[in-house]
């Protein structure tokens, strides 16, 4: 068994989950199935914050493209701005063009954040479904051994169970016989007229 309370276990689950194609696990339909019905407080947090990491890298992707998406018709507007300040020299057309110029900046800026974010984001989400695997497989095997032991006195109780019945049923077995060839012997020697009338005065 690869649990127990030594380093060696844990080194040797730890290779074991790296060289392992690991799904992602909180959309993996087995593992969901499998915490309906064995989880603990470690697992619960480990799957929430792996959640909020894929929930965090699905807005900045949302993000991203909606920035990218106001960014051409920025640049439109000041190519258009640009155009109008150097024909008609309008002091209002270079006060937005400052304007969109430093919205600009900033949409270049936020771009630049939300990309360096997303470039770390894969790994930490990969990362966050590894110790998730990692506390899964250990508390799996836990419960594996748990279940074992209870099997084991479940199969015991069973097969004592299965025991008393046997004995019950030879017991019975011969109760039965001792009756029927008492009642067989007593009706040959009474014959079946009296034996009734015995039956209807004796037995019970």
């Known amino acids: 068994m690869i649990f127990g309370n030594n380093k060696l276990d844990m080194d040797l689950i730890e290779k074991i989950v790296k060289t392992n194609k690991v799904p ?8 969901k199935e499998l915490i309906k019905m064995e989880s603990n407080d470690s697992i619960s947090k480990k799957i929430k914050e792996l959640n909020e990491l ?10 991203l ?3 990218q998406a106001k ?3 920025l640049m439109a507007k000041i190519i258009y701005i640009s155009n109008e300040l150097n024909e008609n020299k309008n002091i209002k057309a270079e006060q937005e063009l400052d304007r969109l110029k430093q919205e600009m900046e900033e949409i270049n800026d936020n771009m ?3 990309f360096e974010k997303l470039e770390d984001m894969p790994m930490l989400i990969k990362e966050k479904n590894l110790d998730l695997l990692r506390e899964t ?3 799996s095997y836990e419960r594996i ?3 074992e032991s209870n099997l084991s006195e479940i199969n015991g109780k069973i097969a004592k169970l299965r025991k008393e019945l046997d004995e019950l049923r030879e017991n019975k077995e011969k109760e ?3 009756v029927n060839n008492t009642y067989h012997f007593i009706h040959s020697i009474l014959g079946h007229k009296d034996m009734e009338r015995l039956d209807d005065k004796l037995l019970k």
């Open 137 to 139: 497989v250990k508390h």
């Open 176 to 178: 039965e016989k001792k």
């Open 145 to 147: 051994n748990k279940g």
């Open 54 to 63: 894929i929930k965090e890298k699905n807005i900045l992707e949302k993000q």
């Open 65 to 67: 493209l909606d920035i």
């Open 24 to 31: 992602m696990l909180v959309q993996y339909e087995p593992f």
């Open 112 to 114: 630049d954040t939300i």
């Open 71 to 73: 960014k051409p018709k």
